[in-house]
């Protein structure tokens, strides 16, 4: 079928045949911006990301020496408080002044080690009797007790 077309109406379908073209090449335009605009929101946040990747590795690589350090801490912290009580220990237990015939003749760490050292000097191990007590022959040793100061504080 042939159909016959006016020059009014033909000037129409031009006039809206290339308002549709602007139209299409608006739209590709807004898109095309539209899609520059999501590119660049991509590229920055791939940016972020990789950013803050970056920051958790260094941050794990803190945690883990403040790890270390902490436990190295932990340890230092039991070893001194084995040493205070040690010390704590020894300082509760009096420490021996030996006498030889009342005068003084040497401190010892415990009274103990101040019988052991009169033992090696001829002292009878086993003649040694709590002050005040009159047994057998005097053999001219005795030995005092000194308490250590700042004992048990």
């Avoid at 290339?18 to 590229?43: G, K, M, T, W």
């Avoid at 040493?83 to 415990?110: F, I, K, Q, T, W």
Wanted: proline share 3%.
């Amino acid at each position: 079928m042939i159909r016959v077309v006016t020059a009014e109406r033909l000037r129409r379908l031009l006039e809206e045949a290339e308002q549709a073209r602007a139209d299409v090449a608006e739209a590709n335009a807004r898109a095309s911006d539209l899609h520059r605009r999501h590119v660049a929101r991509v590229d920055h946040l791939n940016g972020c990301v990789d950013s803050a990747e970056s920051d958790a590795a260094i941050l794990r690589e803190h945690v883990a020496e403040f790890e270390a350090a902490l436990k190295k801490s932990t340890a230092e912290a039991a070893a001194l408080r084995e040493e205070l009580e040690d010390a704590r220990r020894v300082a509760a237990e009096p420490m021996g002044l030996l006498l030889r015939n009342g005068a003084p003749h040497s401190v010892h760490a415990s009274v103990q080690a101040a019988k052991d050292y009169a033992a090696t000097l001829g002292a009878d191990p086993s003649g040694w009797v709590p002050s005040g007590t009159a047994r057998g022959p005097l053999t001219g040793w005795s030995i005092m007790h000194i308490q250590q100061q700042g004992a048990g504080s």
